[in-house]
């Protein structure tokens, strides 16, 4: 007969060995990077920027079900212990997120417009035009991140972003919502997953505030960590609702486009009154038309997206918690977040 546990036990345990297996996922995809992070030194950076974007992608679609597979073997008494639900192949899992079929690409491609009109572009017009600094600091960031391509001719700029926003949408979206979400919600209730990896890809984002020079405001880079982490919560519940990852990409990678032409127009001494009008304005008015067009699908979406964000904040009736267990899981939630956050700075970022 097994032994009564606790419901702080157990909620921590399922944490513990979730970050276990986190480990050994980073720790790979690190060894896979250490070659290519190295070809910096040697190859010209207009050609080397695309090709590591490039590799990072080949690199997390490769590491990730190949460690998960590891993790899989080596943790597999304390996989039968925790996982919620039958685990079958946790790789093949986290490939599935990948599926587009002739049924469902259209829906698909539809979700990722949903996503890009009505949360990416008013988030991103009312965040510059409300705090008109964040144009200086992304700049800043890139400006230290050597993104040289910023830096030339228009022909030089646009061949770039075709390549660089898909690739970082795709090893963002891929590590964030397609592992640390999708994973997590077979260890612990979807509503964690969602905060954890929500709260890791904030920080990401706050994160280049620690890489940039003293003095700069920390309003600018807390306003951003609170922009992309509302954007992970409402990317990663879509992700597990459909089990679909290319909305999110699709979305964040046109989003990413957008987002770098307005870095560029600003580098290249326009203010964000030339993307308001030529730009932001327009898409906003598409917003409110797929709005209107939308609106039964969208209205059903938020009520149950509502009730899915309000369980997080209830007692978890199969681990038998008490009020003040509700409480402790989600400091839990939050300081394994930032764990995983310290551990992905010095191996994935």
Not at 260 to 281: E, P
Request: aromatic share 20%; charged share 15%.
């Amino acid at each position: 007969m097994r032994r009564y546990e606790t419901p702080f036990k157990t909620i921590f345990r399922q944490r513990i060995y979730f970050l276990l297996e986190v480990l050994i996922i980073f720790l790979g995809i690190f060894l896979f990077r250490i070659i290519p992070d190295s070809l910096r030194f040697i190859i010209d950076p207009a050609i080397f920027e695309p090709l590591q974007y490039l590799l990072r992608v080949v690199i997390i679609i490769t590491a990730v079900p190949l460690f998960l597979h590891l993790a899989t073997f080596l943790m597999e008494k304390q996989r039968k212990k925790l996982i919620l639900k039958e685990d079958i192949s946790p790789s093949k899992n986290y490939l599935n997120l990948f599926k587009i079929t002739k049924k469902n690409f259209k829906f698909q491609l539809l979700y990722g417009v949903l996503l890009l009109f009505l949360i990416f572009i008013p988030l991103d017009f009312f965040t510059y035009f409300l705090s008109p600094e964040m144009l200086h600091y992304q700049s800043t960031v890139l400006v230290f991140g050597y993104n040289s391509y910023f830096f030339g001719n228009y022909v030089i700029f646009l061949s770039s972003i075709i390549i660089i926003p898909l690739c970082v949408a795709i090893y963002e979206e891929s590590l964030t919502r397609g592992f640390l979400a999708n994973r997590g919600s077979d260890y612990f209730n979807k509503m964690s997953a969602v905060i954890l990896s929500s709260f890791f890809f904030g920080l990401g984002h706050f994160g280049y505030f620690f890489t940039l020079p003293f003095g700069l405001p920390i309003m600018v880079p807390t306003i951003w960590f609170l922009q992309t982490f509302f954007v992970g919560i409402i990317l990663a519940m879509v992700m597990q609702r459909r089990h679909w990852i290319l909305p999110g990409i699709f979305a964040h990678t046109l989003n990413n486009v957008i987002t770098s032409h307005a870095i560029w127009n600003y580098l290249n001494g326009k203010d964000f009154s030339f993307m308001t009008m030529y730009v932001y304005l327009p898409l906003l008015i598409i917003a409110i038309g797929l709005f209107i067009w939308q609106f039964s699908r969208i209205k059903e979406s938020l009520s149950i997206g509502f009730k899915e964000f309000k369980t997080y904040f209830a007692r978890d009736k199969s681990l038998k918690e008490r009020s003040s267990d509700v409480l402790i899981r989600i400091i839990l939630d939050f300081l394994f977040g930032l764990i995983i956050f310290l551990i992905g700075y010095f191996t994935v970022f």
